[in-house]
């Protein structure tokens, strides 16, 4: 018997120690111990799901949130990410600490970086649609990099100029309709984001805006991780009463313009514009290639036929001086300058330059004087290939108008048919978002996109520099996303609006808190406009390879949009911003 048992103790103890070799045995994530987010990314670049200090951001797999979509982490080797784009990323640490580890529990734990690559296989494919094949030649973007946490008790205020461009939103629309993910360089969350009317409520007792508040659990974060969404609401103004217009156009008709029939787009774009003016706007055209000629001196806009020949007459040739065009269009959009007005040029382009001077903040600086007296200048693109965003997204910031992407005459009517009033009216200059932190109940937190957008926090009442500027109608939307002290009450946080009037005769401010009574506790509890935000900022980080967005795929988001619709229905804008969901899904896979 004594044998018999000397031999079955050698047996277990035998297997044991084969368990021991081979990793141990199954155990339940509750049962798992948290491995070192530090030893487990020795020797790789860091994960994009860590945080500020490196530990993973906790999984959102809390009860309080069983009624949002969960993110999904699929399981890959590591995967090297090129020495270049590692070198470009923005530190992880803002300051401070993230939430200790020891707070969570262990199912809330993430998969450590070493179990999947950078991106997940899910979100974006390895390699474009045609590998070694660039969908589109000549195409220039510029990465601002990704905002990262900041510790609310050292930095508790987040500052940044009102934004309306669109034109990333739509670059993205090219690119899917040409059967491609967008280039991430590409993606500017808060221009997806600003892209869409969330039908704010419009502002009362005649105040140029509207401030609009939510906050609730994140469905892509974990235990204590909230969004806050914030709209800025900008008044109507009823297309009667806008002030009188005077425009130039100033048109690129270089030979790369006649590609895709680039040109013939924008003849049919300004025709549709040229049809809403009133006799009290005029409009005159300066065209470009190797050199400039103003065309059209400026014109009434009740003589629409002599408006519209001159359109027609525009072909392409040469190479492109924009220096010159821009010359030109200043000088000729001084002498029709309008008091008590909108003075604007509109420039028209691939924004491809070539001959002269290139440089937007050297172009800019040499016409400081025209803007500076109230002549905007804003951009629109044409063309996919031989393509310049960084150009045309540039002038129209410096220029203190706004820069949109016409990807399709449907786009061309949406700015200038049934938007001309927001396109042409301006209802504030420099205008400045700064939201600031209660410490008490905000741990840390982050801007999702308006990276390019920054604004010092001590320059916040500075009115001497350059803000955002926006039209009539327009909203301005931002999201936060804060880790939250557990089970603390009071303001979440305190958002303040500043901006000059147009006629540069008044500066407003205007402040309104968020308070944690005001949170839902439920993501499911939110409104369609708080749904379709998450959604929208969520698809443009996984298309950019946000480090944030760890484990979530685009089918994550196309679930969620889902819930977004009913509140929308009857607009084509999110009916179709699900369909490209589901078609950028199908291209990651």
């Not at 031999?7 to 103890?13: F, N, P």
């Not at 009133?278 to 005159?284: A, C, E, F, T, V």
């Not at 939250?484 to 401010?509: F, L, M, Q």
Request: hydrophobic share 35%; with cysteine; charged share 20%.
């Amino acid at each position: 018997m004594k044998q018999r048992n000397s031999i079955l103790l050698s047996l277990i103890v035998c297997f044991m120690l084969v368990l021991t070799a081979c990793g141990g045995a199954a155990s339940t994530p509750a049962e798992r111990p948290a491995s070192s987010p530090a030893a487990s990314s020795a020797g790789s670049p860091q994960s994009p799901s860590q945080n500020r200090t490196g530990d993973s951001k906790p999984q959102n797999n809390s009860s309080e949130n069983s009624g949002a979509p969960q993110a999904s982490a699929a399981a890959s080797p590591p995967a090297a990410l090129p020495e270049a784009a590692e070198a470009a990323r923005p530190p992880d640490v803002a300051g401070g600490a993230p939430p200790p580890a020891e707070s969570l529990t262990d199912s809330e734990h993430p998969p450590q970086p070493t179990e999947y690559g950078y991106p997940p296989p899910r979100r974006r494919p390895e390699s474009p649609p045609n590998p070694g094949q660039p969908p589109y030649d000549s195409t220039f973007y510029q990465n601002y990099g990704v905002n990262p946490f900041f510790d609310a008790v050292e930095d508790p205020l987040s500052t940044f100029a009102m934004d309306i461009d669109t034109a990333s939103y739509t670059v993205m629309r090219r690119y899917l309709s040409d059967g491609n993910l967008p280039d991430p360089d590409s993606v500017r969350v808060e221009e997806y984001l600003n892209y869409f009317n969330y039908r704010y409520p419009q502002p009362e007792d005649g105040g140029a805006f509207a401030i609009y508040t939510e906050a609730a659990p994140s469905p892509f974060g974990g235990k204590n991780y909230d969004v806050v969404q914030i709209g800025i609401q900008g008044k109507t103004i009823a297309e009667e009463d806008r002030a009188p217009t005077s425009l130039t156009f100033v048109i690129d008709v270089s030979g790369s313009m006649q590609r895709e029939n680039r040109l013939e787009t924008v003849k049919q774009s300004l025709s549709m514009l040229v049809e809403q003016l009133r006799p009290d706007d005029q409009i005159g055209i300066v065209v470009y290639g190797s050199d400039a000629e103003s065309i059209l001196e400026p014109t009434s806009g009740r003589d629409k036929q002599r408006i519209l020949r001159a359109i027609d007459s525009l072909a392409p040739s040469g190479s492109t001086n924009v220096e010159a065009g821009l010359d030109i269009g200043f000088a000729q959009a001084e002498e029709a300058f309008i008091r008590g007005g909108t003075n604007q040029i509109l420039l028209c382009s691939d924004g491809v330059a070539n001959n002269g001077v290139t440089d937007p903040q050297a172009l800019l600086q040499k016409y400081d004087r025209y803007t500076s007296q109230g002549i905007k200048l804003s951009t629109f693109g044409f063309g996919m290939g031989n393509f310049n965003d960084v150009l045309m997204e540039q002038l129209a910031d410096a220029g203190n108008g706004f820069y949109s992407y016409i990807d399709t005459l449907e786009q061309a009517k949406r700015l200038f048919v049934d938007n001309l009033t927001g396109t042409l009216q301006l209802i504030a200059r420099d205008a400045k978002v700064q939201v600031e932190f209660n410490p008490e109940v905000v741990s840390y937190y982050r801007l999702i996109g308006y990276e390019n957008r920054d604004v010092a926090d001590q320059d916040f009442r500075n009115d001497t520099v350059d803000a955002g500027e926006v039209g009539s109608g327009h909203s301005v939307t931002a999201l936060y996303e804060i880790y939250r002290v557990p089970e603390a009450t009071g303001d979440i946080a305190t958002v303040r609006i500043r901006y000059h009037k147009p006629d540069n005769s008044k500066i407003i401010e205007e402040a309104q808190t968020l308070g944690s009574q005001d949170r839902l506790d439920r993501f499911d509890e939110t409104s369609g406009r708080f749904k379709l935000a998450v959604s929208v900022a969520e698809y443009a980080e996984l298309l950019r390879y946000s480090r944030w967005t760890r484990g979530t795929t685009l089918d994550d988001v196309v679930e969620l949009s889902y819930e977004a619709l009913p509140s929308f229905q009857g607009d084509q804008d999110v009916q179709e911003f699900v369909d490209l969901l589901g078609r950028a899904a199908a291209l990651a896979d």
